[in-house]
């Protein structure tokens, strides 16, 4: 049977993807009481690679030194970028943790721009970003926000890796070779914690949702799309997150929003829009 590859536009793949991600974080959420944030990040990756492996069967060998070269590190960001990520949300509210991420694609954004039209919808990005941010008087956890920080820092690394490596080898073949050595990676941190001798048949059922929820979907979706956008754009792009976030929490978690939060919603759908029209092709 022949695979199939996703054919979407490059910007419905990307919503698509965030709200994949955002579902599968609400499932996530669930299994860190019984197996830990490493477990829970060990059971999606592992499941996730084992998933993308079957479904576009890689051909290791015939795979050049250039495409070795780059594949590796974007496997290895990915998985770093998610283990750091889970180790950040255990220590500080995910809301603060996902704002704290955006630094990095941010960052990159910036970087990667020469026009002033850029630079606005970045800001207006930013100040959305800053609207919807938890700030609190409540002490934060020092080592959270470094977490955070971190998985800020790989995120940005998954961007750039992912638009060379979208370049020089198909999707499919990338995000399931990429994903093998995310888990080779993770996996060792899954055991070493023992989340992983907590597992029951319905964790493990939950464990392959939150595999195709947070990665397998949406990971392909993301390699479609950095295939076909500018790596600022798709990074103003995936400011949607916190959005996503707060978004999903009211209707999974009932957790209403605040006036600030709706405004964050308005800004940062007015600046990925904004950066979608008015990239260069």
Same mark, same amino acid.
Do not use: H
């Given at each position: ?18 709200? +994949? ?20 990040? !060990?059971?999606? %990756?592992?499941? +996730? ?18 495409? $070795?070269?780059?594949?590796?590190? @974007? ?7 998610? &283990? ?10 995910? =809301? ?15 970087? =990667?721009?020469?026009? &002033?039209?850029? @630079?606005? $919808?970045?800001?207006? /990005?930013?100040?959305?970003?800053? &609207? ?9 956890? !020092?080592? =959270?926000? #470094?977490?955070?920080?971190?998985? =800020?820092?790989?995120?940005?690394? @998954? ?14 073949? /990338? ?39 947070? !990665?397998?979907?949406?990971?392909? #979706? ?6 076909? &956008? ?8 995936? !400011? ?17 929003? +605040?006036? @600030? ?8 759908? %007015? ?11």
């Amino acid at each position: 049977m022949k695979n199939r590859e996703i054919n979407l536009p490059p910007v419905p793949a990307v919503l698509l993807a965030i709200i +994949s991600v955002q579902c599968g974080a609400a499932i996530a959420k669930t299994l860190f009481p019984a197996i830990g944030a490493a477990g829970t990040a !060990s059971i999606r %990756i592992g499941i +996730s690679a084992l998933l993308l492996l079957l479904a576009y069967r890689p051909n290791l060998k015939a795979i050049t030194r250039e495409q $070795w070269k780059i594949v590796i590190p @974007y496997g290895l960001s990915l998985g770093a970028m998610n &283990l750091i990520f889970y180790f950040a949300i255990e220590r500080i509210p995910i =809301g603060l943790a996902v704002t704290l991420e955006f630094v990095g694609p941010l960052l990159l954004a910036i970087a =990667g721009s020469k026009r &002033l039209v850029d @630079y606005c $919808w970045v800001v207006l /990005a930013a100040i959305g970003i800053l &609207l919807i941010a938890p700030w609190s008087n409540e002490r934060i956890d !020092s080592l =959270g926000v #470094l977490f955070a920080l971190l998985a =800020g820092a790989l995120w940005a690394a @998954y961007i750039v890796f992912g638009g060379k490596i979208s370049k020089i080898m198909n999707d499919g073949q /990338a995000v399931s070779t990429g994903m093998l050595f995310a888990a080779i990676l993770v996996l060792p941190f899954g055991f070493f914690e023992n989340g992983l001798v907590n597992l029951t048949p319905k964790l493990f059922g939950m464990g392959v949702a939150l595999a195709l929820l947070s !990665s397998a979907i949406p990971f392909t #979706l993301e390699m479609k799309a950095l295939g076909q &956008l500018p790596p600022r754009t798709f990074s103003i792009l995936m !400011s949607l997150e916190p959005a996503a976030a707060s978004i999903c929490a009211f209707i999974f978690l009932q957790e209403s929003l +605040s006036l @600030y939060e709706i405004l964050a919603v308005v800004c940062v759908v %007015i600046a990925s829009a904004g950066s979608t029209l008015t990239a260069k092709r």
